[in-house]
């Protein structure tokens, strides 16, 4: 298919955009990793997840625009946008959703702080008298099972050695 200038223009605009858009989507991510620390493998799986992602949008996006046909200028104008978002708002960006993100998780830590003062309350009043009735059952068990001749104290290092000895056993 041949395209006018006036088509390839829109079209290399448009690739342009959504080159920046996938920057947006790649800062967004990244602001959530920095406020919700993330294991090595979950930053693996979580780039090959986006990239997927984009691969197929962008695909899809030119199927869309330019029936699939792939050119090159598509592929610069998409990390093009990439790039000169990076170096122009990319930084800006980042800080407004570090910010934004930092005031929803002090947001979220408050909320549950006033919702579990109540039951930290209810814990302070009750635990005296609940330790003092575990105490003394822990007590009486241990009378009921000496009177009746089952108690005994177990020694651990008589204990860790049956441990080994089961284990020569098995292999």
């Known amino acids: 298919m041949i395209l006018s200038i006036g088509e390839q223009a829109e079209l ?11 920057g947006v989507l790649y800062d967004i991510i ?8 993330h294991s090595r ?6 780039d090959i997840i986006y990239w997927a992602a984009v ?31 990076g170096l122009t708002l990319g930084g800006f960006v980042k800080k407004a959703l ?13 909320l549950t702080e006033i919702m579990l003062t109540p039951l930290r309350l209810l814990w302070l009043l009750l635990s005296p008298p ?5 105490g003394s059952a822990k007590v009486c068990s241990k009378k009921v099972l000496h009177l009746s001749g089952v108690y005994a104290k177990i020694k651990v290092t008589g204990l ?11 292999k």
Do not use: H, W
């Open 12 to 22: 290399f605009l448009s690739v342009f955009l959504a080159g920046c858009a996938a």
């Open 41 to 46: 493998a979950a930053v693996c799986a979580g």
């Open 130 to 134: 609940i330790i003092k009735i575990i």
């Open 160 to 170: 860790k050695d049956q441990l080994r000895l089961k284990e020569r056993r098995k």
């Open 55 to 85: 691969v197929i949008l962008f695909f899809l996006f030119l199927l869309e625009r330019n029936r699939a046909e792939i050119r090159l200028f598509d592929i610069f104008a998409f990390f093009f946008g990439m790039f000169l978002y």
């Open 98 to 110: 570090r910010t934004a993100l930092g005031l929803i998780k002090a947001a979220v830590f408050l």
């Open 30 to 37: 990244e602001a959530v990793r920095e406020c919700f620390p």
